[in-house]
Antibody, heavy 125, light 108 residues
């Protein structure tokens, strides 16, 4: 059974940092790209960041570029999101997702097969 | 950036009803579209991928159709467990993907 378990959320002040973790099990973690998706209170889903299976490629939404860093440890089956210079608007539930799909001629089309339960990040003074 | 627009934002229906949710993309995304069901406090659940492919384990009352810029999610006969919020997601520009704003399906 695939499990994605996020941790590391909490209450921080604007400008502070937080690191989220996502422990994966039930599949060959090193073989899959992963992403973080968030949901602000009362809002819809927003893609945040993605990382390739070997960690060699990373991608970010404009709203977090330069402040957030995605990484993974394939030996520990764990995905991370380092969040620096946090803003009030970063307040959200953050979900870890497993991406699946297909690639052709270097172009990939992947959707999110599994999601974790999420971890709440609250940025407030 | 590709914008995804769902309609309606809220839908009131009864058990047994047939309901349809529409998702429009601001430019063509071929068939690279997924649908998710989301209940409060739970992980979103994949229903449909590649516009019309039913994810394993998802009841057959769920179906998807469309291509290009217009897509639909249909629930043929609503069950009590189906009342939730539904999101479409384009992955034509993976990994930079985008979601619709959501459709909340409420009990009438």
């Amino acid at each position: 059974e695939v499990q994605l378990l996020e941790s590391g959320g909490g209450l921080v002040q604007p400008g502070e940092s937080l690191r989220l973790s996502c422990a994966a099990s039930g599949f060959t973690f090193r073989s899959y790209a992963m992403s973080w998706v968030r949901q602000a209170p009362g809002k819809g889903l927003e893609w945040v960041s993605a990382i390739s299976d070997n960690g060699g490629y990373t991608f970010y939404a404009d709203s977090v570029k330069g402040r957030f860093t995605i990484s993974r440890d394939n030996s520990m089956n764990t995905l991370y999101l380092q969040m620096n210079s946090l803003r009030v608007e970063d307040t959200a539930v953050y979900y870890c997702t497993k991406a699946v799909g297909s690639c052709s001629n270097g172009v990939c089309y992947k959707y999110f097969e599994y999601w974790g339960q999420g971890t709440l990040v609250t940025v407030s003074s | 950036d590709i914008q995804m627009t769902q309609s309606p934002s809220t839908l009131s229906a009864s058990v047994g009803d047939r309901v349809t949710i529409t998702c429009r993309a601001s430019q063509s995304i071929s068939r690279w579209l997924a649908w998710y069901q989301h209940k409060p406090g739970k992980a979103p659940n994949l229903l449909i991928y590649q516009a019309s492919s039913l994810e394993s384990g998802v009841p057959s009352r769920f179906s998807g159709s469309g291509s290009g810029t217009e897509f639909t999610l249909t629930i043929s006969s609503l069950q009590p467990d189906d009342f939730a919020t539904y999101y479409c997601q384009q992955y034509n520009t993976y990994p930079l993907c985008s979601f619709g704003q959501g459709t909340k399906l409420e009990i009438k």
